[in-house]
Nanobody, 113 residues
Framework: VQLQASGGGLVQAGGSLRLSCAAS????????MGWYRQVPGKEREFVAT???????KYGDSVEGRFTISRDNAKNMVYLQMDGLKAEDTAVYYC????????WGKGTQVTVSS
């Protein structure tokens, strides 16, 4: 499975961004797609995940501000990020979990205060 993330960028605090991740290859269900983030010197942090049957979980730090969704027909997952804070600055990675786990290349999100 190959993952291509997009949508990162620079935004002011309080603003919004929408990340997208396209999955391609041998994709079977059930599976889960989600987002993690990482800043230099820290461990990768769980952001959100959504299963192919629609079950959703969020990390505590983003609950209520971020919304994850997916389009199973297009094998896409999205992360709508609202109310962004400086501490949301990180490289965001898309993750696919099926029989095996795959990671996409990250996309940088920078929130200026």
């Amino acid at each position: 499975v190959q993952l291509q993330a997009s949508g990162g960028g620079l935004v002011q605090a309080g603003g919004s961004l929408r990340l997208s991740c396209a999955a391609s290859g041998d994709i079977y269900r059930p599976n889960a797609m989600g987002w993690y983030r990482q800043v230099p010197g820290k461990e990768r942090e769980f952001v959100a995940t959504i299963t192919s049957n629609g079950s959703i979980k969020y990390g505590d730090s983003v609950e209520g501000r971020f919304t994850i969704s997916r389009d199973n027909a297009k094998n896409m997952v999205y992360l709508q990020m609202d109310g962004l804070k400086a501490e949301d600055t990180a490289v965001y990675y898309c993750k696919f979990t099926g029989i095996w786990v795959f990671w996409g290349k990250g996309t940088q999100v920078t929130v200026s205060s």
